[in-house]
T-cell receptor, first 109, second 114 residues
Framework: GQNIDQPTEMTATEGAIVQINCTYQ??????LFWYQQHAGEAPTFLSY??LDGLEEKGRFSSFLSRSKGYSYLLLKELQMKDSASYLC??????????WGAGTKLIIKP | ETGVTQTPRHLVMGMTNKKSLKCEQH?????MYWYKQSAKKPLELMFV???????ENNSVPSRFSPECPNSSHLFLHLHTLQPEDSALYLC?????????????FGEGSRLTVL
């Protein structure tokens, strides 16, 4: 079966750095996505990786290793507004999105 | 504001009621989706429409009935639901289904079945 694993919950301190990991086992691979979802709001697109390496976008970076079936989302200079759930999703060989259950990130002052 | 609007935002219904969820997108996209989001579970794809035609139905019970009158509007008709159907129902759109990359989600309709 297809599976996406990510931690259920993480806690970090304002101003610090946090890394949210995602491992996947899917039928083929056509890209990996990270979405952010604040409580009671719509999930919004953060990043897309299809080749190995690091993609940087401001305070957020996303890394992919296809050989290891592994990605992480790195958040720097954490702000209180970064408290949200972070969803990892992989597009498989049929171009279907397989979703993880999400990681709830709690930022403490 | 994601360009995808869902109504109602909250809905409470009994198991014998009939209600509908509405989704409208203002992005000019051709594909629309219904997802179910339950606490601590991955998003579950329910239905996919591309150019008003249903292209996917992920073994969803018949008590959920989708309708897509045009590329901008999507409905989910609900009848004789069960308490386990209580969840957040998310609508999403994308330019097409051949390249299901970035999805644009609505804020969801929180459904409670008593």
């Amino acid at each position: 079966g297809q599976n996406i694993d990510q931690p259920t919950e993480m806690t970090a301190t304002e101003g610090a750095i946090v890394q949210i990991n995602c491992t996947y086992q899917t039928s083929g691979f056509n890209g990996l996505f990270w979405y952010q979802q604040h409580a009671g709001e719509a999930p919004t697109f953060l990043s897309y990786n299809v080749l190995d390496g690091l993609e940087e976008k401001g305070r957020f970076s996303s890394f992919l290793s296809r050989s290891k079936g592994y990605s992480y989302l790195l958040l720097k200079e954490l702000q209180m507004k970064d408290s949200a759930s972070y969803l990892c999703a992989v597009r498989d060989s049929n171009y279907q999105l397989i979703w993880g259950a999400g990681t709830k990130l709690i930022i403490k002052p | 504001e994601t360009g995808v609007t869902q109504t109602p935002r909250h809905l409470v219904m009994g198991m014998t009621n009939k209600k509908s969820l509405k989704c409208e997108q203002h992005l000019g996209h051709n594909a629309m989706y219904w997802y179910k989001q339950s606490a601590k579970k991955p998003l579950e794809l329910m239905f996919v429409y591309n150019f008003k035609e249903q292209t996917e139905n992920n073994s969803v019970p018949s008590r959920f009935s989708p309708e897509c009158p045009n590329s901008s509007h999507l409905f989910l008709h609900l009848h004789t639901l069960q308490p386990e159907d209580s969840a957040l129902y998310l609508c999403a759109s994308s330019p097409g289904t051949g390249d299901t990359g970035e999805l644009f989600f609505g804020e969801g309709s929180r459904l409670t079945v008593l």
